[in-house]
């Protein structure tokens, strides 16, 4: 063998009591490659990083080689990081407080003899290690000052740090867990042109993401997990489209979100006003949605729309506005959740795990939390009807497993997604308000929701759909508005992803000084 | 090293348990049967160890500790202790803190007897005296916590301490007592073998479990303490909750207060702290079982008389005085490493 593979693992499985979760995985990743690792939620993708880090033990006969060396299983995570391996989690592990330097030499400081650290040693380990990836940051810059992009440049090359200066240049290998989720447009670009030069400068990374188009822009071999088995065992990515690697995740043909057909028009007639909606970061917008009319709204990160589904649904107090629906009207600048509830608007937030679902309480707890005090009676509220409802919204959105007092934490997370939606759509709402529905959800999950959210507006239920995804709001929605800081609301008349989101940027274009 | 991922292992299993493949169907009938019994083990392995902590005891005394006057001793005297732990299951329910409500219940004790053995008030009045002197004790700690958003520890830390030295005052720093046989007789009165005080702990408990799990407001109290923005998104009033949560502790303070009168007639004020310890570990204790990892009041209710089999086994057997300092405050360690240990078991498992 001319040059060993930077990280090699064999005949790897993982059986958790009674279910194998893993079954025969390998995977491979050579030097000077970017390497993709996909698949849905409960492929068994976190299953792997975990063994790979150490965090989990896997089922004997498991071979894990690093640089050609012989790991003894299971692996230690301190044995593995000094072999060069590494790993950038989801949020980055960022401290916020502190400066580049401090941030990239966290876990190995430069000291003095005396135990002391040494500042200046470890400013110029940051500075050489910033240098060697070709990122232009002061090492003195606070991180809380620094851009989505700069944040994620300074977690790679915390990953990427020289280690006492030994290590030869460019080795080794970086695990990228879904790191890049919250970056888009140009500071995705950014972040893969770094990876990019670490992979040509002969280093490696081991990319986990759900973006497909990420995917293949900037991964050159992928690996794809279904149901804990190989569907793809680092197949070349230039020979893949999007849509054959969707197939090799899901196992079907993938069949795309149709477009709705035109609502005809006579439905515009009972709907839900917004009028002179403000807030902190907002400015003045009016709008209404039809009975039966999916509307989208979007606009670029940070300008502001994201407050919206929160203003309108009184989760934040607005500056001012007003809502009408046929339930009644709402003075959004002294509206409670409650009286917004009363009036029929509910709203299906984007962290789920914080502010939609209770994740040690059950299916069925949550989904009926809403209708508590409607459907039961103030001494008593039966079990069945919980049961009955979670059975059934189980059954309409597809959520497994079908056990209704299985708890929300047990769930992946596309199907902890759809019971947040089942949870908003059984109080019956005039106005159903989601904000983000499809982050991080797999390629099935997210086909399920927007469905859904297509059946939901055929029942008549006017729905507002706040996304930063192009896809998902030309397949799904009737109408798309652009949000723009100065401008306010347009109307994006898009019928292509392409054109929604060169609208996107020609609203926000009048916008002082260029989108960050 | 942890990965911040929501899929865990759990979630990969149930996917792959339930998936569209079918699988072939072999240790399915074992494994369901194994299911079963680590769920049982799960909920109700605290009972196992009680049993086999009487047929320690019993084993080591024959004759002397399976007797009717042994379970009488454990299960007739525990009530003031009881009604506390269950003041501070109020609070922990919704995922407030309350250190006070021993202070309370100390201020309870105090008033009745000050009031009714030396100023001569109907017992009665005193109780509702005490009563609402407590419930005052709540709303003070319910102003500071979610009115002014203090934080719960340093107000009730405080307020406890309060409490104590009101209640110090009030009996001039003396033992105070009450000689009244009717009103003894409302907690000391035998029905089928023990006492009514332990009858009245029984159906608080009871009453508090069905509140939690069949009514509307005990599933929003549930919510509030799993997750107060989720609750709050639900058009719950969270603050309304919370609030009132440190109330009920009080009034539930003032009732152990009002037991402690009824059936050992008397009260050291600075005693109080002495019962902090003992309710808080029966009320940890209680999420090692019914349901793992969670404040609930039948576990509760078997935490206390748990500790007090523990505690009167080894004064039968001739150890005293300490015995039950040490054994309230190992039992407060290990019921909390148990439940933790349950608790992660069950997430991994």
Redesign the interface.
């Known amino acids: 063998m001319p040059v060993p593979a930077r990280l090699t693992v064999n005949s790897l499985s993982k059986t958790?009591?009674?279910?194998?979760?893993l079954t025969d995985v390998e995977l491979t990743v050579l030097p000077g490659e970017v390497h993709g690792l996909a698949g849905q939620?409960?492929?068994?993708?976190?299953?792997l990083?975990?063994i790979l880090?150490?965090?989990?033990t896997p089922d004997p006969g498991a071979s894990y080689e690093v640089d050609g060396r012989a790991m003894r299983l299971p692996v230690r995570?301190p044995d593995v990081h000094a072999a060069g391996i590494s790993?950038v989690?989801?949020?980055l592990g960022l401290l916020d407080q502190l400066t580049v330097a401090e941030n990239i030499c966290v876990g190995g400081y430069p000291t003095s003899r005396l135990g002391r650290i040494d500042g200046r040693r470890r400013d110029a380990l940051a500075a050489r290690t910033l240098d060697r990836l070709g990122v232009t940051l002061a090492a003195d810059a606070i991180v809380a000052t620094l851009t989505a992009a700069e944040r994620a440049e300074v977690a790679i090359a915390r990953a990427m740090r020289d280690q006492n200066g030994d290590q030869d240049k460019g080795a080794g290998l970086i695990i990228l867990?879904?790191s890049t989720r919250a970056l888009s447009g140009a500071d995705l670009d950014r972040v893969h042109q770094l990876l990019r030069r670490i992979a040509a400068d002969g280093g490696a990374a081991l990319m986990i993401s759900h973006s497909l188009p990420e995917l293949i822009a900037v991964t050159d071999r992928i690996t794809i997990l279904r149901?804990?088995r190989l569907a793809a065992a680092g197949e070349p990515t230039a020979e893949l489209t999007e849509q054959e690697i969707a197939r090799l995740m899901v196992?079907t043909s993938v069949a795309a979100v149709t477009r709705r057909p035109e609502a005809p028009a006579s439905v515009h007639r009972d709907e839900v006003t917004v009028t002179g909606l403000h807030g902190a970061h907002l400015r003045e917008v009016s709008f209404s949605v039809a009975k039966g009319e999916v509307l989208g709204l979007t606009g670029l990160p940070g300008s502001g729309y994201e407050d919206l589904p929160y203003l309108l649904?009184g989760?934040r107090k607005a500056a001012g506005g007003e809502l009408r629906t046929s339930a009644g009207t709402v003075r959004l600048a002294r509206a409670?959740?409650?009286a917004c509830?009363r009036a029929g608007v509910v709203?299906v937030?984007e962290r789920r795990?914080?502010?939609?679902?209770?994740?040690?309480?059950s299916v069925a707890?949550n989904i009926?939390?809403?209708v508590?005090?409607g459907r039961?009676r103030?001494?008593?509220?039966s079990?069945r009807w919980q049961r009955e409802d979670a059975e059934t919204s189980a059954r309409d959105l597809d959520i497994?497993?079908?056990t209704p007092s299985?708890l929300i934490?047990?769930?992946?997370?596309g199907n902890?997604q759809k019971v947040l939606l089942a949870k908003w759509m059984n109080t019956g709402p005039a106005l159903l308000v989601l904000h983000e529905p499809t982050q991080?959800v797999d390629i099935g999950a997210r086909t399920d929701i927007l469905r859904q959210i297509q059946r939901a507006a055929d029942s008549g239920v006017s729905v507002l759909l706040v996304s930063s995804e192009p896809e998902d709001l030309v397949a799904t929605c009737d109408r798309v508005l652009v949000y723009g800081r100065e401008v306010g609301l347009r109307d994006a008349r898009a019928t292509t992803t392409d054109e929604l989101i060169d609208m996107i940027y020609a609203t926000n274009a009048a916008t002082a000084g260029s989108p960050a | 090293m942890t990965m911040s991922d929501q899929t865990g292992p759990a979630a990969d299993e149930r996917d792959n348990g339930s998936g569209a493949q079918p699988r072939p169907e072999g240790p399915r009938p074992v494994s369901a049967i194994r299911g079963r019994l680590h769920w049982l083990g799960s909920r109700y392995a605290l009972i196992g160890v009680w049993i086999l902590l009487a047929a320690v005891y019993e084993g080591l005394m024959p004759h002397l500790f399976l007797q009717a006057s042994t379970a009488q001793a454990i299960f007739g005297s525990q009530s003031p202790l009881l009604f506390l732990a269950i003041a501070a299951l109020c609070t922990f329910v919704v995922g407030e803190f309350d250190l006070s409500f021993a202070g309370v219940m100390g201020m309870s004790a105090t008033i009745i007897p000050v009031l009714s053995g030396l100023h001569h008030v109907n017992i009665a009045l005193a109780c509702l005296i005490a009563l609402a002197a407590c419930i005052a004790c709540g709303v003070i700690n319910a102003f500071f916590i979610v009115v002014l958003g203090v934080s719960s520890l340093i107000v009730t830390l405080g307020t406890a301490s309060l409490y104590l030295g009101i209640a110090e005052l009030l009996s001039n720093q003396n033992t105070v007592s009450v000689t009244d046989n009717a009103f003894a007789q409302v907690a000391l009165h035998n029905f089928l073998g023990l006492p009514l005080s332990f009858w009245y702990g029984v159906i608080l408990c009871l009453g508090f479990a069905y509140l939690l799990k069949w009514t509307p407001i005990g599933r929003h109290i549930i919510f509030v303490g799993a997750n107060r923005e989720v609750a709050r998104l639900a058009g719950i009033n969270v603050n309304r909750i919370r609030a009132g949560s440190y109330i009920a502790a009080s009034i539930v303070a003032a009732l152990a207060g009002i037991m402690i009168i009824a059936t050992v007639g008397g009260f050291d004020p600075t005693a109080s702290p002495s019962y902090l310890l003992p309710a808080l570990a029966a009320v940890f204790l209680g999420t090692a079982i019914v349901m793992p990892g969670q404040f609930n009041p039948i576990g509760t209710l078997f935490g206390i008389y748990f500790l007090e089999t523990g505690i009167i086994g080894l004064q039968l057997l001739g150890y005293s005085g300490w015995v039950q300092d040490a054994f309230y405050g190992g039992g407060l360690v290990a019921a909390v490493s148990v439940a933790h240990l349950v608790r992660n078991r069950t997430r991994t498992a």
């Open positions: 958790f009591g009674s279910a194998r979760v939620n409960g492929s068994g993708k976190s299953t990083i975990k880090t150490g965090l989990y995570w790993v989690h989801q949020d867990d879904e149901d804990g196992g649904t989760a409670s959740v409650a509830l709203l937030p795990d914080r502010d939609g679902l209770a994740f040690d309480l707890d009926s939390l809403p508590l005090r039961g103030p001494w008593f509220v079990r497994r497993p079908r299985i934490k047990e769930l992946s997370g902890q991080a």
